[in-house]
């Protein structure tokens, strides 16, 4: 059993300063718990026998049974307390979500000493102080302390998070839920007295059901950097990781000093340091989830040849303009493959790359182009626009562009509209292929499928 | 009386191929016109004596009332004898739907030339031939022919779309409808053989509904380019023009000259010349909207300083680090600011700029801030975060925003989330005030504010 699983996996918690008060942190952590946890919950809180149902206990001492996790929501000087009976307690791991501590001087620098001393003597895992813990969409694991109704909690899926920013992580769970972003596990790891993001990437290489690793960052420990480069370029091989890097301009690198006290550094030295680890960096989050579905559900592309299907001459052309500022090739295709597309599709089809159906476009003619192109050795990738607005495609899109992935090589869909578009954009990512809504996210996409392989296969 | 106004402003329409055929461009035409139009519709087609309701002809001159504007959506062959018909029965203006003109080759360009010369001979203005013509939500003249369950109208508003792509505007139409995005008139000019986009900016210039030209171009014809800036730069003193250009890359200029038959040129020749007209480029479409939304709304930004104010420290990061790579400032507070603040403010919130009132931010410290900071010298506008994930921040927040309008400097407002955030993002938008998803697209939009205003006042 690996140290980390305690945080993920517990079969017993114990939320140490439970409520039944409204709006207090320990309320929101219990009622979590106890609407998604499987395993066994308690409460510790002197002045009550039991909170919200659960039963409480004065200390984490009294509880009757093994605990493996307790969760900390009290102030900072009661704190070392708390962790001195944890050890006795033989608690494996804690998440102190107070916060009180080193961010706001040298009274909680103490404190955090003082906690530090305990938890290595005992050999206790701990994550935090002064951060959100952690959210499990499988274990029900969530000491998020913000209720549902503010903060959604996003599906079950392949996606995990390690956040540097408490309110970055909620907001990125509120965010994804309503869009059906699958995220599995998300860690706010806050000052990091012992568990960091380079111990968890190492974990959510190990874990089956992460397929993309997401991080923020705004700044690396001292003497940290050559470690999580190290750490990071191991782990590409088998697991993408992409990462959002806050603090980027001299204002932005200040800023970031008073938010999160992470270390200066210019943010040349960073972006180095992510293309040495073969950490994919995103401009912002949205491209850091539409990166992050591509990689979670296509395989990566073995080149950077770019096969652009359209329907819309305009969208094509911005797909095209977008993949080659980005460093990726439409090639023209070869005379035999244009002879055989000529033979199939109507005579005012477009056949070049892009290949332009125009506005009179049928779910065959689509078809045809990815049965023809996609088996030859001319692309690596296809970006297949399809705009609904055309009358004469139907559902059938679907699934034509589905029995496309037989060639195993990835495939990205722009399309943009309404309702309509977005039901048949809704059925072909439930085939677990990656819709955008604009021909330039669909490129950035496809640049990080690309890029991901070029990653993954490098030597050493 | 404009010469343009027929296509907008008709009192009388004639739709020539209107037929009750399902599927039909002629039918969408006619169906269209039925359910908005407010002036007199007829359909020309000699088979029918009716058609869906609709009194029909056998030709434009059988008509026994004036027409002011013809749509024509016959196959080319029959065009010139329709546009002579035109001619004799006085139809002021003709919007040309059919395909298969010059774009088709030398048989197609004849077509053309024949009515050219009948169309200068009597003065009819001609919006096509090739395009899907015009959308104007006010007047109800809607000759996209793509049904209402495939391609959504968007609400009325101030925006103005001129494409060179007819796709492109059906997509942005339909994108935009669900969005809440306000359109009042778009424009597919085709081939334009006689309106082009020069005279549409100039007539848009004119009309009080429009606040922002939106252009989707490719390219210009050859010997346009000084009209085109000349014409541009004088618009700007009044309203901003927003350009999405197509074809910027080698290949994408290639795939441009497929598409619209679009002069070559280099980007960087396009580009130049957009700065010398004061046309504000946008590098997709998302980003065009975006910008046009604070354009719309908010007044130019008179300089580069600006105030980030949010509950949320990570994403102020992101914020101060997109307006500075835009080359905005995120100028430091001065101390007589600073020191009202701090005596307004609980101790922990982090006073410099951004300003961040951290993770149990009420409404009341936004509008402190608010008060405290706009109406002093030291920012010219002011980008707003408000994580609504935090319990403490009510539906207030909207009006303390609002009222903050009085200060009389543009804001932009960013806010990240699920159903709860988007309910007050709504009613944030609902005053005028526009809301971006993320820091990146509210610091563009910011920019936008400001680069706009530098254009407007340019001298000469």
Chains 1, 2 share one sequence.
Not at 162 to 180: K, N
Request: aromatic fraction near 8%; charge should be positive; charged fraction near 25%.
């Amino acid at each position: 059993m690996h140290s980390l699983d305690v945080f993920f996996n517990p079969k017993s918690v114990a939320i140490v300063g439970a409520t039944p008060k409204t709006g207090k942190v320990g309320r929101v952590i219990l009622e979590n718990f106890k609407r998604k946890f499987k395993g066994k919950v308690y409460a510790v809180n002197p002045k009550y026998r039991e909170v919200l149902g659960v039963p409480s206990y004065p200390t984490l001492k009294d509880i009757p049974e093994d605990i493996d996790l307790g969760v900390i929501a009290i102030p900072a000087p009661s704190v070392p307390q708390v962790v001195r009976d944890a050890a006795d307690k033989n608690v494996k791991g804690l998440i102190i979500i107070s916060g009180g501590f080193s961010e706001v001087g040298e009274e909680g620098r103490k404190l955090e000493e003082e906690i530090k001393k305990i938890i290595i003597e005992y050999g206790i895992r701990v994550i935090g102080p002064n951060c959100l813990g952690v959210y499990d969409a499988f274990s029900g694991v969530d000491t998020f302390f913000l209720p549902e109704e503010r903060m959604r909690r996003p599906v079950k899926g392949p996606i995990a998070i390690i956040s540097q920013s408490g309110a970055f992580a909620a907001t990125i769970l509120d965010w994804a839920a309503p869009r059906g972003i699958g995220i599995g596990k998300a860690v706010s790891y806050g000052n990091k007295i012992d568990v960091d993001d380079i111990e968890l990437m190492k974990y959510f290489e190990k874990d089956p059901t992460v397929k993309a690793i997401l991080i923020y960052i705004e700044g690396l420990k001292k003497g940290q950097g050559l470690k999580f480069i190290e750490t990071a370029r191991e782990i590409v091989k088998s697991k993408p990781i992409l990462i959002l890097k806050g603090g980027k301009t001299k204002r932005g690198v200040e800023a970031a000093a008073s938010h999160t006290a992470a270390l200066a550094g210019t943010y040349e030295l960073y972006k180095a340091a992510f293309k040495q680890a073969g950490i994919i960096e995103a401009c912002g989050f949205e491209d850091l989830f539409d990166m992050a579905k591509a990689l979670t559900t296509q395989p990566p592309a073995q080149g950077k040849r770019v096969l652009v299907l359209t329907d819309a001459g305009g969208m094509g052309v911005m797909a095209t303009d977008a993949l080659e500022s980005l460093g990726l090739e439409v090639p023209e295709l070869s005379d035999s493959i244009k002879s055989v597309l000529k033979e199939k599709l109507p005579p005012h089809c477009i056949i070049r790359n892009p290949v332009d159906l125009t506005g009179d476009a049928t779910d065959e003619r689509y078809k045809i182009v990815l049965d023809t192109v996609l088996p030859s050795n001319e692309v690596d990738v296809a970006l297949v626009i399809t705009q609904m607005q055309v009358p004469t495609l139907t559902e059938k899109i679907v699934d034509y562009i589905y029995e496309a992935t037989k060639y195993r090589k990835p495939i990205v869909v722009c399309m943009t509209g309404s309702e309509f578009t977005e039901e048949i954009a809704k059925k072909i990512e439930s085939k677990n292929i990656p819709v955008y809504p604009s021909p330039e996210r669909a490129a950035k996409a496809v640049w990080a499928l690309y890029k991901y392989n070029v990653y993954r296969t490098r030597v050493g």
